[in-house]
């Protein structure tokens, strides 16, 4: 990125125009808050704005002249006044629009070892005062060249299914190479960048899979070719480092209730739609359920939030501590007559298995973990696997073909290197195991050829909603780790349709988020805009809604016609929504509602965003649907492909339903029913 010797020089009427979108009071200005420096180093991530800003300096200048004056050299009352004329006209709102954005970013978020003023104006503490970050002690990398040639297995993917596939072959006495695409990189690289973090990034994700990696969004308005460094939500993201999800997830470790296994039988399937159930029940899944609770890490408590999941053992650890959002909204739960508890979480609450315990960081959904304290496949699961001896982990390597033969198989991996050239390996194998994602998994089995008609398709993920207010206190002020209390009583009731969904209280939003998306009627811009963020931001709280998506079989992954860096197809990807996920979303909304004005809120509003739009979704599944009927799944009910003999999948995309809850702990648990019995059925 150049820096401010080389970047070329801001125009005095824009630099004005920052200090009037963010005056200066008894904090900095937008200019010498941050703006400046975001503007001066944010090199080519800039360019889209670039265009925009030149438009817009001319504008104003040009109605300057009007003022008898440079647009720099007029009181901050005429300049607020062109200003409002430019926003307001059709011509320059956009051009208007790109410089308040460029504002938010430099003022307003953490990106780059920058602290903005904003941030601290706010009161946001990445890292709470006295906390030494702690990194984990990651896997080592095997490296090229001590891959070896021949392994009992390889594991395609880190993330939760593919860690706890490593851990039970390897403690078997299975020789295991896990081969994960992303670098070895530390927590510290993972965290604390408002631009780039997964849950947030405008820009390049530091989870993405980088430059190279190209997909194809099949939109309603036609096909938009997206690379891994582009739009997040729209690429369909799940994160691309040592742990996948896990690694940057917040924790939500919930079990799907009895009803989420068999939705069909409980729903039918209405037209369009693709509702099956699982080749397996709640019961059967239980044992598995309390071991993933158990060698995961989780924190919780029985009771309104266990009732309806019969269970064999309890949590290892407590519930961590209440905060004023669950205080107000559980009085609110009990004045509606609904049930509610503390959410369960994959984090520490207490110090467990020689790691510490949660700090309560404000940033924990999408950055990684200041003090290890969150528990996932990078921390857990693979440590294990490595510690038996038996399993290497290949970091920065892709697989690009897998090969399936009745005597074995074989994996081709290209492979980074210091060097210009990668490095191309063959590695063979009685067992592939691929748990590289809804969307991964199936592009690189149908890349193979490997897999029937039902491969890819069937991709759906959960259907979200966020319902604001503003409330008397702040109640949700910079505390984590994020989402604390929740209901179950709209999961397979007669209030929300085709199953609902779990609604819980919103997250701490971090400044960036907020000073984008403020209330309805608040100041957009100027002194109003910066009192609201500093006065009445924390007064804003919301209710958020996660709940079933219905999938449907035109919903798919399918090779594109463009290539990644290898020359391998890219995946395309179509998401259709059909009608009865939509109702589902709008049955969140209302019980949202009734929620919030028992607890007081006022101005109550339903956000739109990114929650209807046509994507893969981070909590992606289905695209290789496990069952009994060749005609309606792409696995045999332990993840073989059909029709496949030495090949298994191990992560969501075996996934038939996703449930009402975040999917986590249901594909750990799967993971450990599918490596249990992959152990016991070993290929010969």
């Known amino acids: ?330 009085r609110a739960a009990d004045s509606l007559g609904w049930g509610w508890g503390p959410i369960p979480l994959g984090l520490n609450s207490v110090p467990h298995e020689g790691r510490p315990a949660c700090v309560r960081c404000p940033q924990c959904v999408g950055h990684a973990c200041p003090v290890n304290a969150k528990n996932g496949s990078h921390n857990t699961f693979l440590p294990r696997a490595a510690a038996t001896g038996n399993c290497d982990v290949l970091y920065d390597a892709e697989v690009v073909e897998v090969r399936d033969g009745a005597g074995g198989a074989e994996v081709t991996v290209m492979a980074a290197t210091s060097s210009a050239e990668p490095v191309e390996l063959v590695v063979r194998a009685d067992v592939v195991v691929v748990a590289a994602g809804a969307v991964e998994t199936a592009r690189l089995l149908l890349a193979s050829g490997i897999g029937n008609d039902e491969m890819g398709r069937h991709l759906h993920d959960h259907r979200f909603v966020t319902m604001l207010s503003m409330v008397d206190e702040p109640v949700k002020r910079y505390l984590g780790p994020g989402h604390s209390v929740a209901t179950l009583d709209h999961v397979h009731a007669t209030t929300i349709p085709w199953g609902g969904g779990v609604l819980v209280d919103l997250m701490g939003l971090l400044p960036l988020t907020s000073a984008a998306n403020p209330m309805p009627g608040a100041p957009l811009w100027g002194a109003g805009h910066k009192r609201w963020m500093r006065d009445d931001r924390p007064r804003m709280f919301g209710v958020f809604g996660m709940g079933q998506e219905i999938p449907m079989p035109t919903s798919r992954v399918t090779l594109a016609g463009v290539t990644d860096r290898w020359g391998r197809p890219g995946a395309a990807l179509r998401k259709n929504v059909h009608r009865t996920s939509v109702e589902v979303e709008d049955g969140m909304a209302v019980m949202g509602e009734q929620w919030l004005l028992a607890a007081g809120g006022r101005e109550i509003h339903r956000q739109r965003g990114t929650a209807t739009a046509s994507a893969a979704g981070e909590h992606s599944c289905g695209t290789a649907r496990m069952g009994v009927d060749q005609e309606r799944s792409a696995t045999d009910p332990f993840g073989r492909p059909w029709g496949a003999r030495r090949v298994v999948v191990c992560d969501s995309s075996l996934h038939p339903t996703n449930g009402s809850v975040n999917p986590t702990l249901t594909i750990i648990a799967n993971a450990y029913r599918v490596a249990e019995h992959l152990v016991a059925d070993w290929p010969r």
């Open 1 to 330: 990125m150049p820096d401010a010797d080389t970047a070329p020089p801001v125009p005095p009427a824009l630099r004005a125009a920052v200090d009037r979108i963010i005056p200066v009071d008894r904090w900095p200005g937008g200019w010498d808050g941050g703006v400046s420096a975001h503007l001066t180093t944010g090199g080519t991530e800039l360019d889209w704005a670039r265009p925009a800003l030149v438009a817009l300096d001319r504008r104003l200048e040009s109605l300057a002249v009007e003022q008898g004056a440079a647009f720099a050299e007029l009181t901050p009352d005429q300049q607020d006044r062109l200003l409002s004329v430019v926003a307001g006209d059709p011509d320059g709102a956009q051009d208007f629009a790109a410089l308040r954005r460029l504002c938010w970013e430099g003022y307003y978020a953490s990106a780059d070892g920058r602290t903005p003023a904003g941030i601290d104006m706010v009161g946001f503490r990445a890292v709470p005062e006295g906390v030494t970050p702690v990194e984990p002690d990651l896997v080592p990398d095997v490296g090229v060249h001590g891959v070896r040639p021949a392994y009992d297995a390889v594991v395609i993917g880190s993330g939760p299914g593919g860690g706890v596939a490593a851990q039970v072959l390897s403690a078997a006495g299975r020789s295991v190479l896990v081969i994960e695409r992303a670098a070895r990189l530390p927590n510290a690289a993972l965290r604390g960048d408002h631009l780039h973090g997964k849950r947030n990034a405008v820009y390049s994700p530091t989870v993405g899979p980088g430059p190279g990696h190209p997909r194809v969004a099949q939109l309603p308005e036609g096909d938009r070719v997206l690379d891994g460094t582009d739009d997040a939500w729209l690429y369909g993201l799940n994160a691309d480092t040592m742990g996948g999800g896990t690694r940057i997830w917040q924790g939500m470790a919930w079990r799907f209730l009895p009803e989420d296994f068999r939705m069909a039988s409980e729903y039918g399937n209405p037209e369009g739609a693709s509702l099956v159930d699982w080749p397996v029940s709640y019961d059967e899944m239980e044992p598995y359920y309390s071991r993933a609770e158990q060698e995961l890490g989780v924190a919780g408590e029985e009771g309104a939030l266990t009732s309806r999941t019969p269970r064999s053992s309890g949590y290892p650890m407590p519930p961590f501590g209440t905060e004023p959002a669950r205080e107000l909204l559980g």
